[in-house]
């Protein structure tokens, strides 16, 4: 009878679906308890670099020590220090231009100079631009965007490439003006105008990449740029004081958990998620001043830490390497870092299934930001609808989310790289409500549907880890070759 009961139990455990499995290790309460702690006020929004994000970095750390994951290999910790710098803008600045004295600017990239010659205007700053103009040692003044956008966030995606132009011209500064509202210039102000963080590398360029002063100045209604562009002479005085640098040491959290298959484990699936936030910042309406991150990324992180229970009690064919991220909202920081600096080769991560959020405004569905640009769409489909929801691809492409969270430094490295997010159908509404405001606080959440969330993407990764084929990019993905170079032979067979 003994043996008959030990291999009945026997049976019952072999038995155990993968739903199961799931179901077991996630509880609503639980992800109350992660969630309320990260986005307490008690955290002051989680800044990069301050003593609030060491706690956020510690308790990530000791949950991943309870569940039995095992720590970064290169350490023995569960940390992966990432150093940073931190840059103070310059106190002393003075920018006048045609006798007007510019009071509403963010300084981009600080170098401590003082010119007083006249000022070029030079359209938008791009190749075409620069064509029979002489700018050695001058200003230029430019317009944000190009002639194909003009729309604020191009002043981003632009940025780098009108700085090597200028740099490579023998420009001293660039002027940009942007034509932005009220709400961009705020929040382009809060993540620029006071100390700006970047990832130190001990290989850093020191040939003076940096040495071009850059400067965005408010152009609300495009006046200005109309002026500048219709003036023969353009008059300026610019002088911009020292700035100050700091060295800041923050971390990633690293665990890691072994796969079952002989040879599978030596494949690895990331699971990823940035674990700060924006800090303090300009108060609501209401006084509040703490920008708390609950779904920004509270509910991603706790994703990952949801996986890393389930893995550990229940592994699967591949392994799997848990990454938190420090300073995604200072520029991907810690994801960059990590890149240049893995735990383990890249050529064995064959995907990262990365989690972040802004907000939902659909509790039916699953935004999956790259889900139809790799091999495992199936698997994240069909682990969504197991729990009552549906999986969808981006619905807001026009806002670059793809490019905007730590997956795409691993996207350009060559490994797949999709984002797990809350459901939204627009980039409006409820989304951008609680996006990077104090009001995204813990108690506003939807837990039930939060389980539900959570569920799918701990299924979704088990799928994907114990598929026997090796998730890809879909053929033509502009990825795929960065892929082909990484994984070599092994891409080409896929």
Known sequence: MALLLALGCIFTLTAQTEIEKVSETISKSEIEGHIYFLADDLLKGRETGSPELKIAASYLANSFRSYGVQPNPKTGTYYQEVKLKRKSPPKDVSIVINDQAITDYVIINAISMASYEDAIFLNYGLTDDYKGKDVKGKVVIVKAGSPETTEGRAAF?????????????????????????DGMWSSIGHNFNGPTLSVDLED??????NDIAYVWVLDKEGKMADQFSAAKKISSAIAIGEKQEETVI??????????????????????????????????????????NGARDNA????????????LAKYPTKRSALFILF????????????????????????????????????????????????????????????????????????EQGLFDRSDNVNFAKKGI??????????SFDGDVTKYYHQPGDEADTLDYDYLLKFFQAYVLAGRNIANDKQTPVWNEGDKYEEASKDLYQVKAIKN
Do not use: W
Not at 157 to 181: F, W, Y
Not at 299 to 307: A, D, I, N, Q
């Open 204 to 209: 850093t360029d020191k040939s003076g990449n």
């Open 250 to 291: 923050s971390q990633n959290v690293i665990g890691i958990v072994e796969g079952t298959d002989a040879k599978l484990k030596n494949e690895y699936i990331i699971y990823s998620a940035h674990y700060d936030h924006v800090g303090i910042g300009e108060p609501d309406a209401i006084g509040d001043s703490i920008y």
């Open 157 to 181: 995606t632009l940025r780098r490439t009108k700085e090597k132009l200028a740099k490579d011209h023998g420009v001293t500064a660039i002027i940009e003006l942007l034509k932005v509202d």
């Open 326 to 397: 420090t300073g995604e909202e200072k520029g991907l920081l810690g994801s960059s870092y990590y890149v240049e600096n893995p735990v383990l080769p890249l050529n064995q991560m064959v995907y990262c299934f990365n989690s972040d959020n802004a907000g939902y405004n659909d509790t039916s569905v699953i935004s999956v930001i790259g889900l139809t640009r790799t091999s495992a769409e199936a698997n994240i489909i069909k682990a969504a609808q197991a729990f009552g929801l549906k999986a969808i691809e981006d619905p807001a492409k």
């Open 299 to 310: 509910v991603g992180t706790t994703t990952v830490l949801s996986m890393a229970k389930n």
């Open 416 to 425: 797949p790289a999709p984002t797990f997010s809350l459901g939204f159908t």
